[in-house]
């Protein structure tokens, strides 16, 4: 692996001794003659309004498309916020189980996990981080963390919802394309703009700086033209949630309290009520740079760097009630309420019993200095019309992203032994009222029912190199076959966290003695929780991210290979090559494409299985206080035809129908193939990921037609259907692994069927529609709307990840020479969102509001005021159990407002 890495690498080095790089866009469309960017100029709501329309309209696929204006205008902080406009668009905060936050962070396309859609940057792939800690070892997907790209950088936005033979594969539903600017696309020889500003969180009460500056300058000859861009943008964020940790219990049927109360046998109470409190500083620093160099009319070149790095750094508090502590062995109160074998209404009174000390809570706080992500990329292009009928375009590049936490300072301590404790539930969209008696203080806790934990040196690398060679040739035009496309691709791509240390106490330290602790460094705002209603614990005390990188200093051990963590230590690397041919059709009043694409993967696997202590096992790596180990590779190899075809026919100059069938492709997530695998050799069951995972292939069917009845106006309808083969969905199997101990005795290779817990390839089902209405009021005025439906469940009945079968988008605007404003309101209704510690859950319906108010001060200045989620929502998750829906969790972030001034020159 590691010479095939270096091999291509060199490679590239040797390329960019020799060649130098085009604009990374598609070739024209058949029968289109290229453009020069420069030729157009977009100026206000309005002018990027029409601008994507033109795009969306002049398209030979279907496509939605988002402009420089658009974004700066809608408002949006990054690409993600800019793009849930989109019919069929949605966006979500987060990638594993870490709840909402205040900012976009994921992309999917009509109802489907982000994974399943492709996001690429000037038509090529690019590398990924992630700084939440559970999306860098967990739940390790394949999509891209928008909140590494702020809107700063993009010229246009380009949504691919129909597929073409020369889209690089990767997206089962649709494909992102985020287009930068390039030097030459400017009319003027030197162009210097930017802004400076600064945004309010209203939750935490904090003022951060926002700063970004582009300079363009090109020569006099209009053949050499250079870019430089940076941004640092600083904010701080605070959310207030409720969690319910673990899930929910259940009350033995000979557990102790039923012989008082054999009513509350089987009953269902909550395991670990939270009252959370994270804060975090977001710092996001990087830029772009972009020479293009014409040689000629006929050969272009152009290199383009860019590099986007967020620091992190969080701190996340939970005080919890500990119900799983007292549950099953004392009483409530008389007057509990048990609501369809749910343990609704509970009260727990203090029990004076120094002889059977029970902590009725627990107190976790974790800190994570210096968590961070980031994403850079290289690309190195050449345009070179070769003759009159002949265009090719040659890229090679690399890219590389990574998601670090390099540490985490934790502590978990005990609270209030026999302190008395109530909760009563209120439904999946309300907090539950709960409370914790005792005098709970950093005086007072109790750190020996405690823990110390939190995996330390994490870094995740998602990187690949890759070559792609395209060429058009066109015929003379006096027939309907206009051009022929055809092309090929080799991509290295790989995925890794190559080590981890998970934390324990020190036994040998002073750990567990209260009085070897500081005070307490601060304590919960007076306002915690207010927005989420409900009454629980406020004022709670905690020490600072300080205190405790001392505390897990002087009590945590961290030895090496001791608490060597191996089932986070995963990777996956991947060799992909692509070829395609796509014939290109344009008759009077219509244009089409045939096409297909041939993909084939060659995987390799790396994972670890755990294995008894003391096993005896040959090869089995010891020393870890987690077990021993085997460090275990597979292989995957795969192929698949994706043929596609689409057709597109103008009825009039407004009216235009689309049609498209495809067949497209998603290789399955990293953290489903790579999973830590145990096996118990006894029972023969076990769980992990499965390496073997076949990729998702659909099979898409898609028809619209549009109507562009007006300037800056259209009315459409849109039907689409995916019948996807190896969705990625979780069950049991019986696979046939080798039996280590069995191996071991016997002196031979001994497999056995096992029945494992793992990620498995099932069959689904997506269907829906789209409804699109955008039209201007008078001159000054205007409006847009959408609405998505989405029906989709795998062929066993189960849900699929991220759809929602409504979602709509509302926003007007007005704009004149002077001032302009625009205000959005967007709805997703609930959605399954994956799993959390074993528990499915589902993400409940939402609605955010954004305004934008601007003002022109003159044609070199202005002053904008964006306000997001103005209506402060709150982000409710909930859980799907025996005895129906259950809540789970819930989260405030506040409202964010950015002023900003904006110059150029």
Known sequence: MKLRRSMLSASIVAALSFTGVAIAQEAPAAGEEATELDAIVVTGIRGSLEKSLDTKREASTRVEAVSAEDIGKLPAKNVADALQQLPGVNISSSSASEGGFDEADRVSLRGTNPSLTQTLVNGHSVGTGDWFVLSQVANVGRSVSYSLF????????????????????????????????????????????????????????????????????????????????????????????????????????????????????????????????????????????????????????????????????????????????????????????????????????????????????????????????????????????????????????????????????????????????????????????????????????????GWIFGGQGI?????????????????????TFSSLDFGLRY????????????????????????????GAGGFYPGDFGDALGGRFPGGIWYYTPDQLAQINADFANRNDPERFYFSDVYGVYEENYAAYVQANFLGDRWSGNVGVRYVKTDSDISYTQALPIGSGIPGAITGSAFGDYLKVSSENNYSEFLPSANFKYDFNDDLVLRLAASRTMTRPDYSALAGSLSLDD???????????????????????????????????????????????????????????????????????????????????????????????????????????????????????????????????YFENDRFSARVSYTFREAFYAGVSRTDEFYQDDFGTVSASLGWKINDNMSLTLDGLNLNDPTYSYYTNSAVGYLPYAMYSNGRQYYLSYRFTY
Do not use: C
Request: negative net charge; proline residues 5%.
């Open 150 to 449: 702020p809107a700063e950088i993009v010229d246009q936005v380009i949504v691919h919802k129909s597929s073409e033979a020369k889209l690089v594969e990767g997206g089962t539903a649709g494909s992102v394309d985020i287009i930068t600017r390039k030097p030459l696309q400017y009319a003027d020889k030197l162009t210097i703009n930017g802004s400076v500003g600064a945004v309010y969180a209203d939750l935490p009460g904090d003022t951060d700086p926002q700063v970004s500056a582009l300079l363009n300058w090109k020569n006099d000859a209009d053949n050499l033209g250079v870019l430089v861009q940076a941004y640092y943008q600083k904010r701080n964020l605070r959310r207030d949630g409720q969690e319910v940790v673990g899930g929910y219990g259940q009350i033995a049927y000979d557990a102790p309290v039923t012989a008082t109360n054999p009513d509350l046998a089987g009953v269902l109470y909550p395991n670990l009520l939270g009252a959370v409190y994270f804060t975090q500083e977001r710092e996001r620093i990087g830029g772009n740079v972009d020479v293009q160099f014409k040689a000629n009319d006929d050969l272009t070149f152009d290199i383009n760097g860019f590099y986007s790095k967020l620091e992190a750094d969080n701190y996340n508090r939970n005080y919890m009630m500990w119900a799983s502590q007292f549950a099953n062995t004392r009483a409530p109160l008389p007057g509990y309420t048990v609501d369809n074998n749910l343990l609704t209404n509970a009260e727990y009174p203090a029990v004076n019993d120094p002889a059977n000390l029970l902590p009725y809570g627990v107190y976790d706080m974790i800190s994570r200095p210096n968590a961070s992500s980031e994403s850079k990329f290289l690309t190195l292009e050449a345009d070179w019309r070769a003759s009159d009928n002949l265009d090719m375009h040659f890229q090679v590049g690399t890219t590389k992203g990574i998601g670090a936490s390099p540490t985490q300072d934790v502590l978990e301590t005990g609270i209030g032994p026999n302190a008395g404790a109530s909760w009563n539930m209120h439904g999946i969209d309300e907090a539950i009222d709960w409370s914790l008696g005792g005098n709970n203080t950093a005086a007072n806790h109790l750190p020996q029912n």
């Open 682 to 812: 006894l029972t023969h069951t076990g769980s992990g990921g499965n390496p073997q995972l076949d990729p998702l292939v659909s099979t898409n069917f898609d028809a619209s037609i549009e109507w562009y009845f007006a300037p800056r106006a259209l009315l459409s309808f849109g039907a689409f259907h995916m019948d996807m083969r190896d969705y990625i969905s979780f069950g049991t199997q019986t696979i046939q692994y080798k039996d280590q101990q069995a191996s071991f005795e016997q002196g031979v290779d001994v497999y056995s069927d096992y029945q494992v817990s793992i990620p498995v390839n099932t069959d689904g089902k997506l269907t829906g529609y789209e409804v699109a209405y955008q039209q201007p009021i008078g001159e000054y005025f205007g409006f847009n709307a959408n609405y998505t439906f989405a029906d989709g469940e795998t062929d066993d009945g189960k849900p699929l990840n991220g759809a929602s079968r409504n979602t709509y988008n509302l926003a007007g």
């Open 491 to 518: 991509a290295q791509h790989e995925r890794r966290n190559d080590y981890e240390i998970a934390q324990g106490p020190n036994w040998a330290s002073d750990w567990q003695n209260i009085n070897a602790y500081p």
């Open 459 to 479: 870094e995740v690398i998602d990187q690949e190199d890759w070559f792609a060679a395209d060429a058009s040739l066109f015929t003379n035009g006096d027939s």
